[in-house]
């Protein structure tokens, strides 16, 4: 189970964290992805993390999204963060976590087998 948080209204080059809240299984041995889906859009991969133990263990970011965005994880409280500085009106979306067991690189691509329910990001200009 996947619970997202921390979604707002943010004027453009604010900052935000996401949260993705793991119950039910380590975060440890999935690989987790943000994605996210604007309005009247199709939805589009953001960042991906590695599990844990991963080898090569590695993150993905989407290119409108490097040098703004930084995935990480906490394994310790089960939860990945996505901290995103620098927001632009084309950041506003629906963001959505997904988990799996499987590489970052095709977590990115194909999703994983949990979803959660997503949390809205507004960017204002």
Sequence with gaps: HLVESGGALVQAGGSL???????????????IGWFRQAPGKEREWVSCISAKTAIPYR?????????RF????????????????NLKPE???????????????????LGGGYWGQGTLITVSS
């Design 17 to 31: 964290r996401l949260s993705c809240s793991v119950t039910g299984n380590s975060v440890e041995h999935y690989a």
């Design 59 to 67: 993150t993905e970011y989407k290119d409108s999204v490097k040098g």
């Design 70 to 85: 930084t995935i990480s994880r906490d394994n310790a409280k089960n939860t990945v963060y996505l901290q995103m500085n």
């Design 91 to 109: 950041d506003t979306g629906v963001y959505s976590c997904t988990g799996g067991p499987r590489p970052a690189n095709e977590l990115c691509i």
